[in-house]
């Protein structure tokens, strides 16, 4: 299955290929301050260097922002080069730093999220390479900017009211920034644009397919780095909405909220075939987001034109000039990861357990987890207390599949321990999975006992009495698991599973319905939802029901295909499975490089379809010879085994996957499924079946 690598901060999730359920639209992009709004003062840096290139750091190596170093009071931190930003912000530790200085501002941020209240303090002697920039007004702590990129804490964010000092040239490829100072520099050549003091703007021609050809028009969207890539705002031409699409995804920004809920937002999408900007044509060119009915009373231009254009580029930008220029890339690529720029950090700082830790962290985030092992033995040998340190290698070891090597590693911690580093679950289905049922009830029993209001306690216990058996014990656990999380929704998919071994098969529709109605892209809640309710003629129908409602409420082309693809292989609709599995290749699979993971997410779609069962096996095995203790090719494998008719072996394999991540729920009901429908004794496994 298509799932992301291990996670140091818990289970992995599935569809790892699948792109982000969230659409972040640069913080500051689409609107002006409030009043009282103070843009940077001043007319460039001090120093004496006449240009600087600057390293540009991403997460990994498709990622979508850009980050550069910059220094606040001798302190290095990362900070996005946001151009969409008219005005720079600071938040967590550089917030602090000038906190002292931060005073209330009139009026308000206005963001995609709504408006929220903001204090300003002003900057002097902020260091971006070579040059020093002083009386800087930065906006500080402003909700709805991200506080960390992947593992590592950003500064904020740089918007214009730093770059427009400055002619910038950023080569995507080689992930660098070249900077000039703007003062006595000569122009730079280009296309025209325009820059009012906070946003630069540039003419984009847009082709939309339309019917005998393409309709070409042109608009004028700010140029941002920050956002990911098209996207238009307000009324726009009718000839062009014509081509829209309508769903709903969320939406984050300046102003919003945390909570996925919050963010849910009905949008339009405008497909596109090519687009010219600043003298290049990019073709193809990503589909155009397009929001309408924003707050604040409507954006200040037409939209933005961000990575998903720029990418691949030399960006050469000149804003005194009015002058944006995109061209072939002059240097060779290279990846800069944020994690590497953090190890680097690191390693300047004193040798303490803390920092010991986050150096092992930040290696299983590049993929060095036997660097990651190495460092945090030695750090357990000498701070044998350290909960998370253990906790952290016990799940190295177990993704590798030393199972008795992680029990070891985790060592001294108790339930409560366990359950306050958010490793109970693993440990109470590790034992489940292992046939260990009394001992999974101890574990969750003594967690219980310790921290009464911990919910993950009495998750936990749910879990192990279910695995033992205890079904009204099971859900007298998750009752209180609900309780504590404050949301009558908590828990749906595991109240699903309960219901449906109880026999209740309204109930467990019921939850499921309420999953995939809450988040119609989960791909566990459709999973869940298609188990349980196939196999019924009354399942079947409202399978068929929910699953065009949920897939109808999204833009063509959204959601878990591949979930969907087993949806209607279970209906008995082959074509419109093959149709789904197909797509969600060409989305989640293509991107990816040949190798062990292009293999297991092709294999994956098409044994959920059960189409090309052959060529799933092959692919899959391909993958398995590379890395074969990994969970995700391994649950793979089970569902290629199911959908060939091998229940037995489809059961050793989904079993192989969930002692490996025994805290991922879609892996914990997958290996009780199977186990279920294999024949004979249990397979390797004692976790309670569905009977």
């Not at 990911?228 to 769903?247: E, H, I, K, S």
């Not at 199911?642 to 394999?653: H, L, M, P, Q, T």
Request: with cysteine; hydrophobic share 50%; charged share 20%.
């Amino acid at each position: 299955m298509g799932r992301a690598a291990l996670a140091t901060a818990g289970p992995a999730r599935q569809n790892a290929g699948v792109p982000p359920r969230f659409v972040f639209v640069s913080a500051l992009a689409l609107f002006g301050l409030g009043p009282g709004c103070a843009h940077a003062r001043g007319s460039g840096g001090r120093g004496s260097a006449r240009a600087a290139t600057l390293d540009v750091h991403r997460w990994g190596p498709d990622g979508k922002k850009l980050y550069v170093e910059a220094e606040v009071g001798g302190v290095p931190h990362l900070f996005m080069v946001d151009t969409g930003a008219s005005v720079s912000v600071f938040v967590g530790e550089a917030a602090q730093a000038v906190a002292g200085r931060a005073v209330p501002r009139a009026g308000a941020l206005v963001g995609l999220g709504g408006a929220v209240p903001w204090s300003s303090a002003r900057v002097d002697g902020l260091q971006l390479g070579p040059f020093v920039i002083d009386g800087l007004d930065v906006a500080v702590d402003v909700p709805g900017v991200p506080r960390a990129v992947g593992l590592v804490p950003v500064g904020g964010i740089l918007g214009n009211d730093v770059w427009s000092r400055f002619q910038m040239a950023i080569e995507y490829p080689a992930n660098a920034l070249e900077l000039r100072p703007a003062a006595g520099a000569p122009p730079l050549a280009g296309a025209p644009a325009r820059f009012d003091g906070g946003h630069l703007s540039v003419d984009v021609t847009v082709e939309v397919p339309a019917p005998g050809g393409l309709l070409r028009r042109s608009l004028p969207l700010d140029l941002d780095t920050g956002a990911r890539g098209l996207t238009f705002t307000g009324d726009q031409p009718a000839d062009l909405r014509v081509y829209t699409t309508v769903g709903e995804e969320p939406v984050y920004g300046v102003g919003s909220g945390d909570a996925l809920a919050d963010a849910w937002r009905r949008t339009l999408r405008l497909p596109v075939a090519a687009v010219d900007v600043g003298g290049a044509r990019v073709s193809p060119a990503p589909t155009a987001l397009w929001l309408t009915g924003l707050p604040g009373g409507g954006a200040r231009s037409a939209g933005l034109v961000g990575h998903d254009v720029l990418d691949g580029h030399r960006v050469e930008v000149d804003f005194r000039a009015g002058r944006v220029h995109l061209g072939p890339p002059t240097r060779p690529p290279r990846a800069m990861d944020v994690h590497a720029w953090r190890l680097r950090q690191l390693r300047r700082a004193d040798a303490t357990a803390a920092t010991r830790l986050e150096r092992a962290r930040l290696l299983v985030a590049l993929g060095r987890a036997d660097e990651a092992i190495d460092t945090l033995d030695a750090l357990v040998d000498d701070a044998p207390g350290l909960g998370d340190a253990r906790v952290l290698l016990a799940r190295l070891h177990r993704a590798a599949g030393a199972l008795d090597a992680a029990r070891r590693a985790l060592g001294p911690l108790d339930a409560g321990d366990l359950a306050d580093r958010g490793e109970l679950l693993a440990v109470v289905n590790d034992a489940a999975l292992r046939g260990e049922a009394r001992a999974a009830e101890a574990w969750a029993a003594q967690a219980v006992a310790a921290r009464p209001d911990a919910e993950i306690a009495w998750v936990a216990l749910a879990d192990a009495r279910r695995a033992a058996g205890d079904l009204p014990g099971s859900r007298a656990a998750l009752r209180e698991a609900t309780r504590l999380a404050g949301r009558a929704d908590a828990h749906l998919l595991r109240r699903a599973w309960l219901a449906s071994l109880e026999g209740d098969t309204a109930a467990a529709w019921s939850h499921a319905r309420r999953a995939l109605e809450l988040d119609p892209t989960a791909g566990a809640a459709l999973a869940v939802y298609t188990s349980l309710a196939a196999p019924e003629a009354e399942g079947r129908r409202l399978l068929s029901q929910d699953l065009r409602h949920a897939l109808g409420r999204l833009h063509p082309g959204d959601g878990p295909l591949d979930f969907a693809a087993a949806a209607w292989a279970a209906l008995g609709e082959p074509e419109r499975a093959a149709e789904a599995a197909a797509a969600g290749m060409g989305r989640d699979c293509a991107p990816m490089p040949p190798g062990p993971d292009q293999d297991n997410c092709r294999a994956w779609h098409r044994a959920l379809a059960r189409a090309d069962l052959d060529l799933a096996a092959t692919e899959i095995m391909r993958a398995l010879d590379i890395h074969p203790e990994r969970a995700a090719f391994l649950d793979t494998r089970a569902t290629v085994l199911a959908a060939r008719g091998d229940a037995a072996g489809a059961a050793v394999a989904a079993h192989a996957a969930a002692v490996r991540q025994p805290d991922d729920f879609y892996l914990l009901f997958q290996a009780a499924r199977l186990h279920a429908l294999a024949p004979g004794p249990a397979a390797l496994s004692t976790l309670e079946s569905a009977r």
